[in-house]
């Protein structure tokens, strides 16, 4: 069982910054993959990006990359994803999620709360 927490949501400016932080506890020596996915109302969760626990290749939905960095600190067991030039469009809950084994696409085992980040035009 992994338990995760995220965290570091807000409201925040177009243009600005921020850090999510999710924060594992459990058998995260079993995890093979964390991965950031968000939510708006009435769509489908989608993969916003992804990194290996062990070895810290990362992956990234094409429209994300260069604005996402998806982190992680093994010794704090929490993985991060920082957003820089945050537009409207990224307003949503984020998810963290875990994936014990296989490649980083499909289905995830273990799910957080989810955060809220909404951007302002």
């Known amino acids: 069982q992994v338990h995760l927490v995220e965290s570091g949501g807000g409201l925040v400016q177009a243009g600005g910054s921020l850090r999510l932080s999710c924060a594992a506890s459990?058998?995260?020596?079993?995890?093979?993959?964390m991965g950031w996915f968000r939510q708006v109302p009435g769509k489908e969760r989608e993969f916003v990006a992804a990194i290996a626990w062990a070895g810290s290749t990362t992956y990234y939905q094409d429209s994300v990359k260069g604005r996402f960095t998806i982190s992680r600190d093994v010794a704090e067991n929490t993985v991060y994803l920082q957003i820089d030039s945050l537009k409207p469009e990224d307003t949503a809950v984020y998810y963290c999620?875990?994936?014990?084994?296989?490649?980083?696409?499909?289905?995830?085992?273990?799910w957080g709360q989810g955060t809220q980040v909404t951007v302002s035009s």
């Open positions: 459990g058998r995260t020596v079993t995890t093979a993959y």
């Open positions: 999620a875990a994936k014990i084994s296989g490649w980083y696409q499909g289905r995830y085992d273990y």
